[in-house]
């Protein structure tokens, strides 16, 4: 008896050692060891998704258990707060929302999958700077992860993993099967103090990560991967926000890398409020057929003070491309462009003034968007089809373009027009091929950056930890 349990306990540790020895950096799945994170506040509280009864066997939904830990654990919002921890393991749920003051820390080797089964996630009413679901008129399904006026939350991890499950939603939007706009991988709305970070997030039904009427947030250290044929799989979209980071993220997908808007035409409006104070850095992006960085399309907030530095795209469509409409109303202005690296583009510069894509025929088409005040510079670009595709709107030209230092080495087969500029005006500065008329040389210039710091970037994160509870082999 003593001999065979001994036996068996040597196995055991010989299979704790094989880990060990395989891959070191599952070592902190071991019991009893402590894992440190960066973050904007730590936690006095610490709870395990198992400690609620969840089940990491990858079929079983923990809906419920999800939902049941954010709200027993709410209880300490206004007492130190609490960190839910996610052990390795695949997780199956459908949408549960955060609490305040709070962290959900996803550890390495724990998936979060998200359920394929629209009832696992309610119907919600359309923001009211969209008034419609952007996949059509009507409700949409929450968010996987969604939470609305919260102060204080994160969602971070050592490298842990959502995975939406999205090729099911792909194929039902494809053919017309759905009757709600399609669940987003993240949804944060009219919260502020936000980190989203250490993640690696695949396979969104729609938008991964879209912060709405929220400020002072920090999205960093970030992996997502969609295929580059999936509808609609933005990276990352603050949507009417404010005080914004976005740092050391690698983006692979099916639209835009970033997509930084606010509202839709009448609603959009109506609803008043700009996406402004942002800050983009180190930013990879792969998008065949979309924008590294698309200001708009939805914009009728208006979208200003904008930076973006140290941004490599490579095999994307266009860098930093602007998406208006007539309709669209307010302002996309102030935005700043420092040390772009493009390998691989159909435009460096893409500027679209008739994109359309209305929510419904009551849009105003005298409603016309001011465009002005756009600065890049130092940009680096090879392998280009087009340099410059940039038109405005008739009666209403974009204008304060800036180009200097750009060097743009083109394709085998470049188009024969290598800059059409309409309703567009500026100046340019060192910029190669030569540009069109509407960017004037102006000498030795360089366009603007602002010397002055975003307040969010000035942020210093904690160190925080937990010490791991469960042996998983
Ligand atoms: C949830 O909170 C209550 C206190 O409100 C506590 O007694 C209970 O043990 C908690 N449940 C779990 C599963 O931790
Ligand atoms: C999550 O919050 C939304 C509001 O943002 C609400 O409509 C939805 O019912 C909530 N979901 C759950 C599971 O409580
Ligand atoms: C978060 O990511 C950064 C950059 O990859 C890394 O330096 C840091 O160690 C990571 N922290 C955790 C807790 O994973
Ligand atoms: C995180 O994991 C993904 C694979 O899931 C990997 O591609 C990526 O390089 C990892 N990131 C970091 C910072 O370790
Ligand atoms: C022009 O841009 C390149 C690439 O960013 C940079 O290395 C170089 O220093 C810049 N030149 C000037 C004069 O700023
Ligand atoms: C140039 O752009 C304008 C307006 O965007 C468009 O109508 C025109 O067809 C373009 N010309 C060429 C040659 O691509
Ligand atoms: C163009 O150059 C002139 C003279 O160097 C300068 O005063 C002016 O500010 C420049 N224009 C822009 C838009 O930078």
């Known amino acids: 008896m003593a001999i065979s349990t001994n036996f068996t306990v040597a196995l055991l540790l010989i299979g704790v050692l094989q880990l060990i020895s395989f891959t070191e950096c599952r070592i902190h799945v071991l019991s009893g060891s402590e894992v440190t994170y960066p973050a904007i506040n730590c936690r006095k509280h610490t709870a395990f998704l198992t400690d609620f009864g969840g089940n990491g066997d990858g079929q079983t939904s923990n809906t419920a258990v999800f939902q049941n830990a954010v709200k027993n654990l709410s209880q300490f919002a206004d007492n130190g707060g609490a960190q839910l921890i996610v052990p390795p393991g695949k997780w199956l749920t459908g949408s549960f929302n955060l609490t305040n003051h709070f962290t959900l820390f996803i550890q390495f080797g724990a998936v979060i999958l998200a359920s394929q089964d629209e009832a696992e996630y309610p119907v919600v009413e359309p923001l009211p700077s969209y008034g419609h679901g952007r996949d059509g008129p009507g409700g949409r399904f929450n968010s996987l992860i969604g939470g609305s006026h919260l102060t204080d939350v994160i969602i971070t991890g050592y490298n842990g ?9 792909w194929k039902k939007f494809h053919k017309k099967k759905l009757k709600y706009t399609r669940p987003y991988l993240i949804e944060l709305i009219y919260s502020n103090q936000i980190q989203i970070s250490n993640l690696t997030l695949i396979d969104s039904p729609s938008w991964f990560v879209h912060p709405v009427y929220s400020s002072d947030i920090i999205i960093q250290d970030l992996t997502i991967r969609a295929p580059v044929d999936s509808p609609n799989t933005d990276g990352i979209n603050p949507d009417s926000c404010k005080n914004v980071k976005i740092q050391d993220v690698f983006i692979v997908s099916g639209d835009d890398c970033v997509a930084i808007k606010s509202g839709w035409d009448e609603y959009g409006i109506k609803f008043g409020m700009p996406t402004e104070q942002m800050i983009i850095r180190r ?25 973006a530095e140290d941004i490599s795209a490579i095999n994307t469509e266009s860098a930093v491309r602007i998406k208006t ?4 109303g307010a302002y996309i202005t102030d935005i700043f462009v420092d040390r772009m690296n493009l390998q691989t583009m159909k435009y460096v510069f893409w500027t679209t003034g008739s994109y359309g894509q209305h929510p419904d025929p009551g849009y105003d088409p005298n409603a ?23 038109g405005g709107i008739d009666g209403d030209p974009f204008t304060g373009f800036c180009l200097s230092n750009v060097t743009i080495g083109l394709s085998e087969k470049p188009k024969k027009l290598q800059w059409n500029c309409t309703e567009i005006s500026g100046v340019s500065s060192n910029v190669t091929p030569q540009t069109c008329d509407a960017f004037p040389d102006n000498g030795s210039m360089e366009c603007e950056y602002p010397l002055d710091t975003v307040p969010v970037d000035t942020v210093e994160l904690k160190t925080c930890s937990f010490t791991t509870a469960n042996l998983i082999l």
């Open 161 to 169: 993993t959502i995975d939406g499950q999205g090729s099911l939603w």
């Open 283 to 307: 930013l990879t992006c792969i998008s065949p057929d979309s924008a590294m960085i698309a200001l708009g399309s939805e914009m009728s907030g208006g979208i200003k003070n904008i930076r």
């Open 325 to 328: 409409a007539p309709g669209r």
């Open 368 to 390: 016309l968007p001011k465009v002005d005040g756009i600065n890049y510079r130092n940009v680096v670009a090879k392998d280009v089809k087009m340099a410059g595709n940039m």
